[in-house]
């Protein structure tokens, strides 16, 4: 155990930071990792990414001393962890690996209980704290809770590891591709439920992926590696797409960069475009004549505050010719609305899988504007100007 005289300076809220760590693994090796300077803060999730090799998982190993750094140094909660009792290190450090690693001859319960039960806990501590995790991560404890491993899919024996790694509560979590072994479908739910708990329980997590969109969507910051454990760039998700710092960044966005984007850029009700409005009761011969001075192809119908749908130009001039027809004999209903807290790609997705040329935007159930190809082109554009 350290002193407190021996207690390091972090910056105010850093819980893990690296000084220039170097990790050669033989002598004559190339540095797995190179002169490595940066620090996660507390609560924040930061997805450590890059291409196959390039040093992501020493890095995270490092962290719980599954790893000695050749040079510099980690500092885990002001602690240089060179100095701490690898057991409290890694009593106050979570670790979830790919496949969840459970152990197989051992109960889901057991599993979960493995820490508590290294700590002493007794029995019915470790059964409460067991079934508490269970919930959280989505599986009914009963129904799962005597179960063995391999009885349970991959994306479930997933959700055990991240129990698991919860179980003694510890401040910081590592976890090294924990979603990489299950189908696409699965994965992007378990980020979803992740990213949940994560908002509720405010770990300090290092996350390891080769995904960038995996990152884009869980993490607040990312840190991008090239060979060698070379930091290239360490950025929010939208600065890391909009202003990549390096040739190699912008090798690794890809030409995707533009639509990894969309998730991580806000709508906003100023930019939507505001095409005519009518009314339903409006007579479709003056409904027509409006779009045309309005030079516009389609019209939302809204009501009271609430869009009942769209009317497009051709519809209305031939519904015109009738003297009593009416907008709302021609008023075609959405198939899909927005609401203004909807980030882009969510937009995006809903704009193209329908028939209408734009998507009515709402602010709780009113109608505060349309989104169109043209207002997802210039949110884009405004963010890379940013
Ligand atoms: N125990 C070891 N002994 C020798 N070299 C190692 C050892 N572990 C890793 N390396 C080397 O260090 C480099 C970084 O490996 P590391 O596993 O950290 O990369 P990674 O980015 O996590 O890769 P991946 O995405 O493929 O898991 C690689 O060149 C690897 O071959």
């Not at 819980?15 to 002598?27: D, T």
């Not at 003056?286 to 769209?310: E, F, I, K, N």
């Amino acid at each position: 155990m350290i002193t407190d005289s021996e207690e390091l300076d972090t910056g105010i809220d850093d819980v893990i930071r690296f000084e220039n760590v170097v990790k050669r693994y033989g002598r004559r090796d190339a540095p797995a990792v190179t002169d490595l300077t940066f620090s996660v803060r507390r609560g924040e999730l930061v997805a450590l990414v890059g291409p196959s090799g390039c040093g992501k998982s020493t890095i995270l190993r490092m962290v719980n001393r599954l790893v000695e750094p050749t040079g510099g140094r980690v500092v885990v909660d002001g602690r240089d962890t060179s100095h701490v009792d690898v057991v409290d290190l890694r009593r106050g450090i979570g670790y979830v690996i790919q496949a969840g690693g459970l152990l197989p001859h051992r109960t889901i319960r057991q599993n979960v209980a493995t820490v508590p039960r290294l700590l002493g806990w007794d029995a019915s501590a470790q059964q409460r704290r067991v079934d508490e995790l269970l919930d959280l991560v989505g599986l009914d404890p009963a129904t799962y809770g005597d179960r063995y491993p391999a009885q349970l899919s991959g994306g479930q024996q997933q959700r055990v590891g991240v129990a698991r790694a919860l179980a003694a509560d510890p401040p910081v979590l590592l976890m090294d591709e924990p979603f990489g072994a299950v189908d696409p479908v699965v994965r992007d739910r378990l980020q979803t439920q992740f990213r949940r708990i994560q908002t509720d329980l405010r770990k300090t997590v290092l996350f390891v992926t080769h995904d960038l969109d995996e990152a884009v969507r869980i993490a607040d910051r990312i840190a991008l590696f090239s060979a060698g454990g070379v930091l290239e760039q360490f950025a929010d998700p939208r600065t890391l797409l909009s202003a990549p710092a390096t040739e190699f960044v912008v090798e690794f966005t890809g030409s995707d960069r533009g639509l990894r984007r969309l998730a991580v850029t806000p709508l906003h009700v100023e930019d939507l475009a505001k095409p005519l409005v009518l009314a339903p009761g409006d007579g479709a011969a003056y409904a027509a004549t409006a779009l045309d001075v309005d030079r516009g192809d389609v019209a939302v119908v809204v009501s009271d505050g609430r869009v009942l749908g769209w009317v497009a130009r051709g519809r209305l001039r031939e519904a015109a010719r009738s003297r009593d027809a009416r907008v709302r004999d021609v008023v075609q209903p959405f198939t899909a609305t927005v609401s203004v807290r909807d980030g882009l790609r969510g937009a995006f997705s809903a704009l193209l899988a329908q028939d209408a040329p734009l998507l009515p935007v709402l602010d709780g159930d009113r109608y505060v504007g349309a989104l169109t190809p043209d207002v997802v082109h210039d949110a884009l554009r405004r963010d890379v100007d940013a």
